[in-house]
């Protein structure tokens, strides 16, 4: 089975740009829930998509966004990029179909914001 | 909001050597998961603990789930220079609500000398 594929791996942005990132769940896996990791705040959720909706969110301003699709795949938008926003933006699928199971990440993307 | 404290931060350990990290939650767990991030890499799945009380082993890695809920220790025997790494405690809710939400600790990161 392939694993999680996050595109793409690494992105520069200027302040006050948007930025699309993507993320495609292995096959079968329904849940997809997006991470932001920083040296200072380490891993930090920011929301997660079951079945085309937004099932959870964590404490980001607004312009933090997501969706995902009927294929599972999902992305996640930053508009208005700040210099804080700069992190590796990890995604994780799991099966979401039995209460207790495991994440899988993918490689993440190393985004900058200059 | 839930809050989930890992110790220590850093350990640094002749081969050879044990280490462990601890984890405590603020608020009662529905499973605790365990996680490892090479260095340049993404965090990767090491185990879910789901019962109180609750200990299993992984060859030299031995988890445990206190009986409360909260808290939550990886104990690695003989450490390995393969065993550098950060690991991570990650702890879930029950309840409709928080779906496949992960509070992730901070992170130990283990260094460790030949």
């Known amino acids: 089975k392939a694993g999680v594929t996050q595109t793409p791996r690494y992105l520069i942005k200027t302040r006050g740009q948007q930025v699309t990132l993507s993320c495609s769940p292995i096959?079968?896996?329904?849940?997809v829930s997006w991470y932001q990791q920083t040296p200072g705040q380490g891993l930090q959720f920011l929301f997660e998509?079951?079945?085309?909706?937004?099932?959870n969110k964590g404490n980001f301003p607004g312009r933090f966004s997501g969706r995902q699709f009927s294929n599972s795949r999902s992305e996640m938008n930053v508009s208005t990029l700040e210099l804080g926003d700069s992190a590796l933006y990890l995604c994780?699928?799991?099966?979401?179909?039995?209460?207790?199971?495991?994440?899988?990440f993918g490689p993440g993307t190393r985004l900058t914001v200059l | 909001g839930q809050q989930v404290m890992q110790i220590p931060q850093y350990q640094h350990v002749q081969e050879g050597e044990d280490f462990t990290t601890y984890c405590n939650s603020s608020?009662?767990?529905?499973?605790i998961q365990w996680y490892k991030q090479r260095p340049g890499g993404h965090p990767v799945f090491l185990i879910q603990?789901?019962?109180?009380?609750e200990v299993k082993k992984q060859k030299r890695l031995t988890f445990q789930f206190g009986e409360a809920k909260k808290n939550s220790s990886l104990h690695i025997t003989a450490t390995q220079t393969t065993d550098v790494g950060t690991y991570f405690c990650?702890?879930?809710?029950?309840?409709?609500?928080?779906?496949?939400?992960?509070?992730f600790g901070a992170g130990t990161i283990l260094r460790v000398k030949s």
């Open positions: 603990l789901v019962k109180s009380g």
């Open positions: 994780a699928s799991s099966l979401a179909d039995r209460e207790y199971n495991e994440q899988f």
């Open positions: 608020t009662t767990l529905s499973n």
């Open positions: 096959s079968g896996h329904r849940s």
């Open positions: 998509y079951f079945s085309e909706t937004q099932r």
């Open positions: 990650a702890g879930q809710r029950n309840g409709v609500e928080y779906g496949n939400k992960l509070v």
